[in-house]
Protein backbone atom coordinates (compact mmCIF):
# COMPACT_ATOMS: atom_id res chain seq x y z
CA UNK A 1 0.00 0.00 0.00
CA UNK A 2 1.19 3.61 -1.07
CA UNK A 3 0.04 6.29 1.49
CA UNK A 4 1.10 9.61 0.86
CA UNK A 5 0.37 12.87 3.05
CA UNK A 6 0.85 16.51 1.14
CA UNK A 7 1.44 19.32 3.12
CA UNK A 8 0.54 21.80 0.39
CA UNK A 9 1.49 25.25 1.78
CA UNK A 10 1.01 24.12 5.23
CA UNK A 11 3.50 23.59 8.36
CA UNK A 12 6.43 25.93 9.15
CA UNK A 13 10.01 25.08 8.68
CA UNK A 14 9.79 23.58 12.62
CA UNK A 15 6.86 22.13 12.62
CA UNK A 16 7.61 20.35 9.36
CA UNK A 17 10.94 18.95 11.04
CA UNK A 18 8.85 17.94 14.35
CA UNK A 19 6.59 15.93 12.47
CA UNK A 20 9.03 14.13 10.45
CA UNK A 21 10.81 13.10 13.95
CA UNK A 22 8.43 12.05 15.60
CA UNK A 23 6.30 9.99 12.67
CA UNK A 24 10.07 8.43 12.13
CA UNK A 25 9.80 7.17 15.63
CA UNK A 26 6.28 6.50 15.21
CA UNK A 27 6.66 3.74 12.60
CA UNK A 28 8.71 0.72 11.78
CA UNK A 29 8.76 -2.19 9.83
CA UNK A 30 5.82 -1.57 8.22
CA UNK A 31 4.37 -2.90 4.68
CA UNK A 32 3.23 0.29 3.63
CA UNK A 33 5.30 2.77 1.37
CA UNK A 34 5.55 6.10 3.12
CA UNK A 35 5.97 9.64 1.73
CA UNK A 36 5.24 13.41 2.96
CA UNK A 37 5.77 15.97 0.81
CA UNK A 38 6.17 18.78 2.75
CA UNK A 39 6.44 23.04 1.50
CA UNK A 40 9.21 23.92 -0.23
CA UNK A 41 10.33 26.06 2.17
CA UNK A 42 10.77 23.31 4.90
CA UNK A 43 12.23 20.32 2.74
CA UNK A 44 14.10 18.46 4.96
CA UNK A 45 17.16 15.61 3.91
CA UNK A 46 15.80 12.63 2.86
CA UNK A 47 17.77 10.65 5.41
CA UNK A 48 14.59 8.97 7.42
CA UNK A 49 14.73 5.36 8.58
CA UNK A 50 10.63 4.86 7.89
CA UNK A 51 9.32 6.94 5.30
CA UNK A 52 10.47 9.19 2.57
CA UNK A 53 10.61 13.02 1.37
CA UNK A 54 8.95 14.06 -1.61
CA UNK A 55 8.78 17.31 -3.59
CA UNK A 56 5.44 18.73 -4.58
CA UNK A 57 6.76 20.36 -7.84
CA UNK A 58 10.22 21.15 -9.49
CA UNK A 59 11.06 22.80 -12.95
CA UNK A 60 12.61 20.41 -15.66
CA UNK A 61 16.14 21.67 -15.22
CA UNK A 62 19.04 20.96 -13.36
CA UNK A 63 19.38 24.72 -12.63
CA UNK A 64 19.12 27.98 -14.07
CA UNK A 65 17.38 31.09 -14.61
CA UNK A 66 14.01 29.99 -12.87
CA UNK A 67 13.15 32.57 -10.01
CA UNK A 68 10.47 30.98 -7.36
CA UNK A 69 11.64 28.05 -8.67
CA UNK A 70 13.66 24.26 -7.55
CA UNK A 71 15.89 22.16 -10.02
CA UNK A 72 17.26 18.87 -9.61
CA UNK A 73 20.26 19.75 -8.20
CA UNK A 74 18.89 21.40 -4.83
CA UNK A 75 16.49 18.19 -4.54
CA UNK A 76 19.22 15.49 -5.41
CA UNK A 77 21.69 18.33 -2.79
CA UNK A 78 18.65 17.23 0.12
CA UNK A 79 18.71 13.08 -1.32
CA UNK A 80 15.14 13.47 -2.91
CA UNK A 81 14.20 11.10 -5.15
CA UNK A 82 10.68 11.95 -4.88
CA UNK A 83 8.57 14.19 -7.29
CA UNK A 84 4.92 15.12 -7.37
CA UNK A 85 3.97 16.46 -10.81
CA UNK A 86 0.48 17.87 -12.26
CA UNK A 87 -1.65 18.39 -8.86
CA UNK A 88 -4.88 20.21 -9.75
CA UNK A 89 -4.05 23.27 -7.89
CA UNK A 90 -0.91 23.80 -10.24
CA UNK A 91 -2.89 22.93 -13.17
CA UNK A 92 -5.78 24.93 -11.79
CA UNK A 93 -4.30 27.87 -10.21
CA UNK A 94 -0.94 28.65 -12.05
CA UNK A 95 -2.38 27.51 -15.15
CA UNK A 96 0.04 24.32 -15.89
CA UNK A 97 -0.98 22.37 -19.04
CA UNK A 98 -0.48 18.82 -19.96
CA UNK A 99 2.45 20.10 -22.15
CA UNK A 100 4.33 21.10 -19.17
CA UNK A 101 3.40 18.32 -17.27
CA UNK A 102 4.96 15.66 -19.42
CA UNK A 103 8.16 17.70 -20.38
CA UNK A 104 8.64 17.50 -16.51
CA UNK A 105 7.61 13.93 -16.27
CA UNK A 106 10.10 13.08 -19.11
CA UNK A 107 12.85 15.26 -17.21
CA UNK A 108 12.78 13.81 -13.96
CA UNK A 109 12.29 10.44 -15.17
CA UNK A 110 15.07 10.32 -17.03
CA UNK A 111 16.67 10.51 -13.52
CA UNK A 112 14.97 7.57 -11.96
CA UNK A 113 12.93 9.53 -9.72
CA UNK A 114 9.67 8.36 -8.36
CA UNK A 115 7.27 10.20 -10.00
CA UNK A 116 3.69 10.88 -8.43
CA UNK A 117 1.78 12.04 -11.32
CA UNK A 118 -1.73 13.76 -10.51
CA UNK A 119 -4.93 13.25 -12.62
CA UNK A 120 -8.36 14.34 -12.39
CA UNK A 121 -11.76 15.65 -13.59
CA UNK A 122 -13.90 18.53 -12.87
CA UNK A 123 -17.37 18.48 -11.88
CA UNK A 124 -18.70 18.95 -15.29
CA UNK A 125 -16.59 15.91 -16.98
CA UNK A 126 -17.77 13.55 -14.46
CA UNK A 127 -21.75 14.72 -15.13
CA UNK A 128 -21.55 14.78 -18.92
CA UNK A 129 -19.81 10.97 -18.44
CA UNK A 130 -16.35 12.30 -20.16
CA UNK A 131 -14.41 11.40 -17.27
CA UNK A 132 -12.11 8.67 -19.21
CA UNK A 133 -11.44 10.86 -22.04
CA UNK A 134 -10.52 13.63 -19.57
CA UNK A 135 -7.75 11.87 -17.62
CA UNK A 136 -6.74 9.50 -20.86
CA UNK A 137 -5.99 13.21 -22.45
CA UNK A 138 -3.76 14.33 -19.30
CA UNK A 139 -2.02 10.45 -19.35
CA UNK A 140 -1.56 11.60 -22.96
CA UNK A 141 2.09 10.68 -24.06
CA UNK A 142 3.24 9.73 -20.33
CA UNK A 143 5.49 6.54 -20.33
CA UNK A 144 3.19 4.24 -18.22
CA UNK A 145 5.26 1.30 -18.28
CA UNK A 146 8.00 3.67 -16.39
CA UNK A 147 8.85 1.58 -13.42
CA UNK A 148 8.80 4.30 -10.86
CA UNK A 149 5.17 5.86 -11.45
CA UNK A 150 2.41 6.18 -9.32
CA UNK A 151 -0.65 8.18 -10.72
CA UNK A 152 -2.59 10.26 -8.71
CA UNK A 153 -6.33 10.31 -9.60
CA UNK A 154 -7.84 13.13 -7.41
CA UNK A 155 -10.95 14.35 -8.88
CA UNK A 156 -11.04 17.97 -8.37
CA UNK A 157 -14.29 18.34 -7.08
CA UNK A 158 -13.44 16.44 -4.32
CA UNK A 159 -10.06 18.13 -3.10
CA UNK A 160 -10.66 19.81 0.19
CA UNK A 161 -14.54 20.18 -0.20
CA UNK A 162 -14.86 17.18 2.61
CA UNK A 163 -16.28 15.17 0.06
CA UNK A 164 -14.73 12.01 -1.56
CA UNK A 165 -15.94 9.90 -4.67
CA UNK A 166 -17.86 7.32 -3.53
CA UNK A 167 -16.87 4.10 -3.21
CA UNK A 168 -18.09 2.67 -6.26
CA UNK A 169 -17.01 5.23 -8.42
CA UNK A 170 -13.21 5.24 -7.22
CA UNK A 171 -13.67 1.71 -7.94
CA UNK A 172 -14.71 1.66 -11.74
CA UNK A 173 -12.09 4.54 -12.15
CA UNK A 174 -9.40 2.88 -11.44
CA UNK A 175 -10.10 0.03 -13.25
CA UNK A 176 -10.87 1.84 -16.38
CA UNK A 177 -7.06 3.44 -15.62
CA UNK A 178 -5.46 0.10 -14.75
CA UNK A 179 -7.12 -0.86 -18.39
CA UNK A 180 -5.68 2.23 -19.75
CA UNK A 181 -2.01 0.56 -18.35
CA UNK A 182 -1.57 2.34 -15.32
CA UNK A 183 0.70 -0.36 -12.93
CA UNK A 184 0.19 1.86 -9.62
CA UNK A 185 -3.11 4.35 -8.73
CA UNK A 186 -3.62 5.24 -5.62
CA UNK A 187 -6.89 8.08 -4.64
CA UNK A 188 -6.93 11.56 -3.65
CA UNK A 189 -9.93 13.46 -2.38
CA UNK A 190 -10.75 14.24 1.00
CA UNK A 191 -9.22 11.03 1.62
CA UNK A 192 -9.64 11.03 6.26
CA UNK A 193 -8.82 8.41 8.76
CA UNK A 194 -12.35 7.91 8.29
CA UNK A 195 -12.90 6.60 4.77
CA UNK A 196 -9.25 5.71 4.14
CA UNK A 197 -9.68 2.43 5.33
CA UNK A 198 -12.51 1.82 2.59
CA UNK A 199 -10.82 3.30 -0.32
CA UNK A 200 -7.79 1.78 0.51
CA UNK A 201 -9.50 -1.84 0.47
CA UNK A 202 -10.99 -1.40 -2.74
CA UNK A 203 -9.83 -3.46 -5.88
CA UNK A 204 -7.74 -1.67 -8.20
CA UNK A 205 -6.53 0.83 -5.78
CA UNK A 206 -3.16 1.23 -4.85
CA UNK A 207 -2.80 3.41 -1.79
CA UNK A 208 -3.96 7.28 -0.88
CA UNK A 209 -2.67 10.88 -1.18
CA UNK A 210 -3.69 12.55 1.85
CA UNK A 211 -4.18 16.21 2.11
CA UNK A 212 -5.56 18.17 5.13
CA UNK A 213 -6.04 14.96 7.47
CA UNK A 214 -2.09 14.54 6.95
CA UNK A 215 -1.32 17.78 8.31
CA UNK A 216 -2.00 16.17 12.19
CA UNK A 217 0.62 13.35 12.89
CA UNK A 218 -2.21 11.64 14.98
CA UNK A 219 -4.61 11.47 11.62
CA UNK A 220 -1.92 10.48 9.09
CA UNK A 221 -0.33 7.78 11.11
CA UNK A 222 -3.59 6.02 12.14
CA UNK A 223 -4.44 6.15 8.22
CA UNK A 224 -0.93 4.34 7.97
CA UNK A 225 -2.23 1.94 10.42
CA UNK A 226 -5.60 1.58 8.54
CA UNK A 227 -3.39 0.38 5.53
CA UNK A 228 -1.26 -2.07 7.29
CA UNK A 229 -4.16 -4.15 8.32
CA UNK A 230 -5.27 -4.30 4.69
Known amino acids: MIIAGNFKTNHTRSSTFSYCKELDSLLGAQKSEVYV ?28 AYSGEIGLEQIQELGINTLMIGHSERRLILKEDDELCKRKFDFFSQYGMNVFFCIGEDLQARRDARVLDVLASQLKSIDLDYSRLVVAYEPIWAIGTGVSASLEEIKETHRLLKELGCKKVIYGGSVSEGNAKDIMNLEYVDGVLVGGASLDLKRFYQIIQQGEEI
Do not use: E, T
Not at 37 to 53: E, K, Q, R, V
Open 37 to 64: FPSMCALPYDDFAHFSIGVQNAYPACNG
